[in-house]
């Protein structure tokens, strides 16, 4: 058997802290109720990091991008949460019906649960040779610089695509985006940005099928219907969407592909458990979407608790 990791049965145990769940952890920790935040990384902050451009579109401030947006939010969390946080906490497990996480740090109960797990990375259905391990990329920040002047590839179709490829283009030689679908599910504007852009090349309805190189990524295959061409990179850049961590409790509570369905008020299926940010539906993939509904499943969960809101 596993030992409870505390001895306190907590008021609530939030599961993830990304924007949604420090939000909720915030406003719950606020009105005194007994909060601990479970997040398997070393910081808070969620797929903030991911954000290669600027965040216009959140009302309380403007960010260079989503690192910085991280930074300020593991700042105002370690203020007011710095105790209620256990950092490092992978989860392991879930028992919803009894309020209880298992993680790589022991057992956790409450009297509620907020999912906030958010979404990870969609990675390449495709076999990567060993030696071409570090020319995919998933997030590419931290490799700016490493691609001055030289030819890379983009696959997918959505804003981070997108604005990876306007970003990059001012760096590398040569830009190619590569977009399975017909149309760019990207906002129109940055669309046409890219599709006026000298240095980017773009190419709808294509698949990558085929990596080369001696050592090292030097091209990839591309298939587009009938036809086949080759495509010049050093490396790879696959921004193919997310997909919603829900995966150790969704067979626990109603979901809809892979995501969970909540009412209005961000309430489960399961009785005092609670979901909010990117994993919901309905929902919207947004960072202020994400903060708002954290705190509406707070105002939920006080009320659940027997608190007047």
Same mark, same amino acid.
């Given at each position: ?10 008021? $609530?145990?939030?599961?993830? =802290?990304?924007? @949604? =769940?420090?939000?909720?952890? $915030? ?5 005194? *109720? ?5 997040? +398997?990384?070393?910081?808070? #902050? ?7 451009? %600027?965040?216009?579109?959140? @009302? ?5 991008? #989503?690192?910085?947006? +991280? ?9 007011? $949460? ?31 649960? *907020?999912?906030?797990? =958010? ?24 490799? +700016? ?10 696959? =997918?179709? &959505?804003?981070? @695509?997108? /604005?990876?490829? $306007? ?6 030689? +040569? ?12 906002? %129109? ?46 490396? *790879?850049?696959?921004?193919? !969407?997310?997909? %919603? ?20 008020? /961000?309430?489960?299926?399961?009785? &005092? ?8 539906? %309905? #929902? ?9 509904? &954290? ?10 608790? !027997?608190?007047?809101?």
């Amino acid at each position: 058997m596993i030992p409870v990791s505390e001895a306190s049965i907590h008021d $609530l145990i939030v599961v993830g =802290g990304g924007p @949604a =769940g420090i939000s909720c952890a $915030l406003e719950c920790h606020e009105n005194a *109720l007994d909060v601990v935040v479970l997040e +398997r990384q070393e910081r808070v #902050g969620g797929q903030l990091p991911s954000i290669p451009s %600027p965040v216009y579109n959140y @009302a309380a401030g403007f960010f260079e991008n #989503g690192e910085k947006m +991280r930074d300020e939010m593991d700042r105002v969390a370690q203020l007011f $949460l710095k105790d209620r946080i256990r950092t490092g906490c992978e989860v392991l497990g879930f028992n919803l019906a009894e309020k209880e996480v298992v993680t790589s740090k022991g057992k956790f109960k409450g009297k509620t649960i *907020l999912l906030a797990t =958010g979404y990870r990375i969609k990675r390449l259905d495709l076999p990567v040779p060993s030696e071409f391990t570090e020319d995919i990329i998933y997030r590419s920040g931290p490799t +700016r610089e490493s691609l001055i002047g030289k030819p890379i590839a983009i696959i =997918g179709g &959505g804003d981070s @695509a997108v /604005f990876t490829a $306007l970003d990059l283009a001012e760096y590398c030689s +040569r830009v190619t985006v590569l977009a399975r679908s017909s149309h760019f599910k990207a906002r %129109p504007d940055i669309v046409a940005r890219m599709n006026q852009h000298k240095s980017i090349d773009v190419h709808t309805d294509s698949v990558v099928t085929k990596l080369i190189g001696k050592g090292k990524l030097e091209s990839v295959i591309v298939s587009k219907g009938s036809d086949e061409f080759e495509v010049n990179c050093v490396k *790879l850049i696959a921004k193919l !969407g997310y997909l %919603p961590n829900t995966d150790l409790f969704c067979e626990q509570l109603e979901t809809s592909r892979g995501h969970v369905i909540v009412n209005p008020q /961000f309430a489960t299926s399961v009785d &005092g458990v609670f979901a909010s940010g990117d994993i919901v539906q %309905p #929902g919207y993939d947004r960072v202020a979407f994400a903060v708002g509904s &954290g705190m509406m499943a707070a105002r939920s969960i006080r009320v659940f608790l !027997g608190h007047t809101p």
